[in-house]
């Protein structure tokens, strides 16, 4: 199976000058805690941020969530996959990665945004157990 099989096709970049408190509310009626950056003028993925980077790089750290942006805290090492890559193969690089989700590219030459893959797509999509030892792994140290 292909990641393009399972993966989240309701992907869209927010602009880097979106505050926390925007960010958060986009997670919030997305029901995700995964939020692509970009929209520049090359259309290029600029980061992302998670519902982590706001809680611990934002309100922790004692950044206002109303003036500080997402470009302020966001993660600069955007991992990724391809969209015709296995499921299984993806499975093995969250494990090496440590991370639920990355976000999937069209081709290896355009590298356009096209969707997120999650630990919980693999599970949902009939992948129980490849899903349980992913997780296993990841939440190891």
Known sequence: MQVQQIMSTRVEYIPADTTLAQ????????????LPIGGSPQGRLQGVITDRDITVRGVAAGKDPENTTVNQVKTDKVLYCFQNEDVNDVANNMQDQK??????????DEKRLCGIVSLGDIVRHGSAKLGGE???EISQH
Not at 23 to 34: I, Q
Request: net charge positive; hydrophobic share 40%.
């Open 23 to 34: 960010a958060a509310k986009n997670m919030r009626d997305r029901d995700t805690g995964f």
């Open 134 to 136: 992913t997780a296993r």
């Open 99 to 108: 991370v639920y989700r990355l976000i999937v590219l069209n081709n290896h």
